[in-house]
């Protein structure tokens, strides 16, 4: 039973995360210019929407499981 609260409030965390973020950044360094000895790079941003409805999911997903942990507690 225990484990059930535990995932409860693991899915309410992640689903408030998700929906306070709704995506994340990350960098990465490309080579723009490779000739030779000459080596050029840029830094490049790309960004991962997360969608707002997969943390209002974990975030009720969440709180059904620890309704229902405490109804059978």
């Known amino acids: 039973m225990k484990t059930n609260i535990l995932l ?24 723009v210019v490779d000739i030779g000895p000459l080596t050029m790079t840029a830094d490049k941003t790309r960004t991962i929407p997360i969608p707002p409805i997969i943390g209002a999911v974990a975030l009720v997903g969440g709180i059904a499981l620890l309704v229902m942990g405490r109804k059978n507690t």
């Not at 409860?8 to 080579?31: H, N």
């Open 8 to 31: 409860a409030v693991i899915l309410i965390v992640i689903g408030g995360a998700a929906l306070g973020y709704q995506g994340f950044s990350y960098t990465t360094r490309e080579k």
